[in-house]
């Protein structure tokens, strides 16, 4: 079983990244070991906020949690209240709570249990990881399977015209995780996940399938904004689902294609900030250059259904969960 620690900046695109390991985790099929939350999208505080309240309405309310760094390593923080609201969830607002911020110690934690199993997702800039790398060299080495979505490799930016969004807003963080990543990151740009789209049919089948888990209730008015904002952009009214396609390549659950490639990031002010590109030397990316995303959707709906029959009391779960443990 993968266990995992997901890294991310909620966000919209990341709620739905962590309903789909909410299910998996309340199926069996993964061990979701710890989120964390980085400074990006909104505050690191403000997204770990964001992250336990869906998970709360995913019935997960003891998954360890912390909020990261609470900016990137050299440049101002820079938030999208544009793209994903003033809190983070388009027109819905977690309540407040207190979060803890030992964010590295439970890094620490899931990599002392061994690291063959474990697989880091980072949905945000990659500032916890280049910042954990820092603090804990010898763990940093230690760590097997990372993915993450971020960059524009050989494809046009969605923050200027050479950017993507997570790599500009830390670009010194992308550039120090792939000039020392201790494995190939397989890595999710934009030349893929900006084919996971998600529209308004779609997103009605997807609160149908969820059925009685209470985030069926607030989703609609969350991606409401996020296809506001994308129909402002001059893209439709529709949602690119950046995050949840990656979280489903780092399951292995939707087929993919991937390269290999020495990337390195371009960590300079001006009109390059945040630009990668392939460089000479040794491979520090696989980069996902195709996937099946009408799987992904499938997918997706099947992991709704699993919260549907886990607030609906079914045995079915626990029946799934003991043939699993028994394997």
Known sequence: MKRIIIDCDPGIDDTLALIYLAAAHHEGAIELEAVTTTAGNVGAQQCAVNAAWVLSECGLRTIPLAAGMPGPLEVELTTTPET???????????????????????????????????????????????????????HFTQLKHITVMGGAVDYPGNTTETAEWNFWVDPHAAREVLAHAPTPVTLCSLGVTETMVLDPEALARVVDTLGPAPIARSLSEILRFY???????????????????????????????????????????????????????????????????????????????VHAKFFGGSGELDAARHARAED
């Not at 964010?103 to 949905?123: E, F, K, P, Q, S």
């Not at 392939?278 to 259904?305: I, Y």
Request: aromatic content about 8%; some cysteine; charged content about 20%.
């Open 84 to 138: 994903h609201g003033d809190t983070g969830l388009g027109y819905v607002s977690a309540p407040a709570r207190h979060v803890e911020t030992d964010w590295d110690a439970l890094w620490c934690d899931a990599i002392d249990r061994g690291t063959d199993d474990l697989h880091l997702i980072v949905t945000g800039p990659m500032t916890n990881l280049a910042a954990f790398r820092r603090l804990h060299p010898r």
């Open 227 to 305: 296809f506001e904002f994308h129909d402002d952009e001059g893209l439709g009214y529709l949602a690119q689902v950046h995050d949840l396609l990656t979280v489903q390549v780092a399951l292995g659950t939707t087929l993919f294609d991937a390269q290999p490639h020495a990337l390195d990031v371009h960590a300079v002010t001006g009109e390059l900030r945040g630009t990668s590109f392939v460089a000479g030397g040794k491979t520090n990316a696989r980069v996902v250059s195709r996937a099946d995303t009408g799987a992904a959707h499938a997918e997706f709906l099947r992991a709704c259904g």
